[in-house]
């Protein structure tokens, strides 16, 4: 598990990594919710990986780093990336039929266990229960909607957990090696989702404008959020990463207000606080 220091090789903290992360986390979604009307749930999970797979081709070129990995290393990487693309799909089928902010509470229960298990003193139980709660009021003031999405949302937060666990154990070595495995799984994970998806992205393939939007979902949804990950996971613990989570359906609630319309409730105001409390409670050097 990565040794949690103050800055990373750069000098950059890793917790500003996490904060770019977690803005483009729902900010290309949002705009992808904008596609559903033209391209298929499906075909748009699909243009997310595959322009974000295009770009990792041209960035780090994978096919090369592949063959240098160990048996293990490339077992892990594969894993990684058959887990972002059902992710991906479990992810846009959910916020296609539930509100994104809710499904970004749902997909947080997950790194909660994982923060849980991290937990070694008192201030850090007391952050993870502000955390929880506020998450849990974001959760529960939205629990009417499509019970499909509902189960999609859930997938998700599996997905997620695995994600994060083996997001870990790629960013292990730290600095660009991580970026380099990821580029990896993300090509696996185009793999994954094109017998799903390819079809339902066909009627976009003739639309420039269509085109474009999609190059940014990908951009912003799957190469800005993951690459900082790996940045930000190389330095922190998984339980700090975990904790560090809880920021992610605030910033969906509020990603939600400024592109979708889709307004807090004053228990979700409230619930924004807490999370926001337990965030600056954590002691990220945990005794």
Same mark, same amino acid.
């Given at each position: 598990?990565?040794?949690?220091? /103050?800055?990373?090789?750069? &000098?950059?903290?890793?917790? +500003?990594? $996490? !904060?770019?992360?977690? =803005?483009?986390?729902? *900010? #290309? ?66 916020? /296609?039929?539930?509100?994104? &902010?809710?499904?970004?509470? +749902?997909? $947080? !229960?997950?790194?909660? =266990?994982?923060?849980? *298990? #991290? ?76 017998? +799903? ?91």
């Amino acid at each position: 598990m990565p040794k949690e220091n /103050a800055v990373s090789k750069n &000098g950059v903290p890793p917790h +500003i990594y $996490f !904060l770019i992360s977690a =803005i483009f986390h729902y *900010l #290309g979604p949002s705009f992808a919710v904008l596609l559903f009307s033209s391209i298929s749930v499906l075909g748009v999970a699909w243009f997310r990986i595959a322009t974000a797979a295009g770009f990792f081709m041209i960035w780090r070129r994978p096919w090369h780093r592949f063959f240098q990995l160990t048996w293990d290393q490339q077992r892990i990487v594969i894993g990684l990336g058959i887990v972002l693309g059902l992710m991906n799909a479990s992810f846009y089928i959910a916020i /296609a039929r539930i509100p994104l &902010g809710t499904v970004a509470a +749902i997909e $947080f !229960l997950g790194p909660i =266990i994982l923060a849980a *298990l #991290g937990v070694r003193n008192l201030r850090n139980v007391v952050a993870l229960l502000f955390a929880a709660i506020g998450v849990w009021l974001l959760t529960d003031v939205r629990l009417e909607g499509d019970p499909l999405g509902f189960i999609f949302a859930f997938a998700n937060c599996i997905f997620f957990i695995i994600y994060i666990m083996l997001g870990h154990r790629v960013a292990s070595d730290g600095g660009s090696s991580g970026i380099d495995r990821l580029s990896i799984a993300m090509v696996v994970a185009l793999f994954t989702v094109t017998p +799903i998806g390819i079809n339902g992205a066909l009627p976009a393939i003739t639309s420039p404008i269509l085109l474009l939007a999609a190059l940014g979902v990908g951009v912003c949804s799957s190469v800005i959020p993951y690459v900082c990950d790996q940045l930000a996971m190389a330095k922190l613990s998984r339980s700090t990463f975990s904790i560090l989570l809880s920021i992610l359906p605030v910033t969906a609630t509020l990603i939600g207000i400024l592109v979708l319309h889709q307004f807090p409730t004053i228990l979700e105001i409230i619930g924004i606080f807490l999370v926001a409390s337990g965030v600056l409670l954590h002691q990220t050097k945990e005794t």
